[in-house]
């Protein structure tokens, strides 16, 4: 069952930018820890950004993804910009109900369907 739902996938040249956004249908989850993950064709799921009571970025994205969130429009936000092609992945949104911000999905409850993102060169 989907119970995140993810927007703003698509197609950029690199160098451009795109802003994912989550949303949580029926749900509020200010007090929830908030994550992005993202997997490529033939890779295992890798954290990209985590928000709790502090901003948290995977070395490959940091200073080029921005993780912010909406608590009043229940929204999780990724700013993505000067992206690359091996940012090419389905990204996913995640909610870990402990509010402690983890790197592992394993550690997050709530996942969205993942939209796709793709880098061309």
């Known amino acids: 069952q989907v119970q995140l739902v993810e927007f703003g996938g698509g197609l950029v040249q690199a160098g451009g930018s795109l802003r994912l956004s989550c949303v949580a249908p029926?749900?509020?989850?200010?007090?929830?820890?908030m994550g992005w993950f993202r997997q490529a064709p033939g890779k295992e799921r890798e954290f990209v950004a985590g928000?709790?009571?502090?901003?948290h970025y995977a070395d490959s994205v940091k200073g080029r993804f921005t993780i912010s969130r909406d608590n009043a429009k229940n929204t999780v936000y990724l700013q993505m910009t000067s992206l690359k092609p091996e940012d090419t992945a389905v990204y996913y949104c995640a909610g870990d109900t402990t509010g402690h911000m983890s790197t592992s999905p394993r550690d997050y409850t709530y996942w969205g369907q993942g939209t796709q993102v793709t880098v061309s060169s």
């Open positions: 928000i709790g009571s502090v901003a």
């Open positions: 029926g749900r509020t989850f200010s007090h929830y820890a």
